[in-house]
């Protein structure tokens, strides 16, 4: 797979010193993608068909929600419930058994199979074009930071003062070094990569104990430092931005 080059918004994001340029990336995309997906229900191009056919998840049916923009969304949500409903009529009229398959009744496994109608159901449910967007552009990225980090001397600075990265972020970084680079030029990113994660893991970890220990009396005078906000980076840090600051959606006035 060819991948591309993506550096001006990465740059910009290691400028803010957050705990994980790649989420605030994220967050950047997915409200980039919102704005997309409400604008294009209003046409038909190609965005309208993979939107009625594929859906959103959850977050993004929520994102979309908050908007406001209770027509657009109403017009896509239409769309694509009449072709849910198509699939849920074949699926229904098709029936399920119910039983497990041979193989799994061998293995032991608890869980249906996968031509019953839940697993049907659930396998149609599954999907958000939203996603499928953000986690393209997050995997550019991924693989521009591997990539600037041999060839350009000002970002490789940045990346070794900041903040590391989530753990989902870190997997995707490390997975995309590990397709891309070569030679000595892998053991030596993931070097650099590894150190980075570890120091700020056990930061974050010691503003979240301090943050515990503040509620001890004997404390009570003693100074915040950076603790005050401890337990929401360390959520982020663990599971991708989800809570507090960090996980807030760009200011809209619609
Ligand atoms: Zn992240
Ligand atoms: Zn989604």
Redesign the pocket.
């Known amino acids: 797979m060819k991948y591309t080059l993506d550096t001006i918004p990465v740059l910009d994001a290691y400028k803010t010193g957050c705990e994980?340029p790649?989420?605030k990336l994220?967050i950047l995309c997915e409200d980039q993608y919102v704005d997309t997906m409400l604008a294009s229900a209003y046409m038909e191009p190609e965005w309208r068909i993979k939107s009625n056919e594929t859906g959103f998840c959850t977050r993004h049916f929520e994102l979309m929600f908050d908007r406001r923009n209770r027509l657009g969304l109403a017009l896509m949500t239409h769309t694509h419930m009449q072709e849910v409903i198509a699939s849920l009529e074949k699926i229904l009229e098709g029936g399920s058994t119910g039983k497990k398959s041979l193989l799994s009744s061998l293995r032991g496994s608890g869980k249906a199979d996968e031509n019953s109608m839940p697993a049907k159901i659930r396998a149609r449910m599954d999907g958000c074009v939203i996603c499928e967007q953000v986690d393209k552009a997050l995997t550019r990225y991924a693989y521009t930071i591997a990539q600037l980090y041999f060839t350009n001397s000002e970002f490789k600075a940045q990346l070794e003062q900041s903040k590391g990265?989530?753990l989902?972020?870190l997997a995707l970084v490390l997975d995309m070094a590990e397709k891309t680079l070569s030679g000595a030029q892998l053991p030596a990113f993931q070097k650099a990569v590894a150190a980075l994660e570890i120091e700020n893991l056990k930061r974050v970890e010691g503003e979240l104990e301090w943050f515990t220990l503040k509620f001890d009396y004997r404390n009570d005078g003693k100074p915040w430092g950076n603790s005050k906000d401890a337990p929401e980076r360390a959520i982020n840090k663990l599971m991708?931005?989800c809570v507090g600051e960090e996980a807030q959606m760009p200011a809209h006035n619609d």
Do not use: Q, V, W
Request: hydrophobic fraction near 30%; charged fraction near 10%.
């Open positions: 994980c790649l989420c994220r990265f989530c989902p972020h991708g931005a």
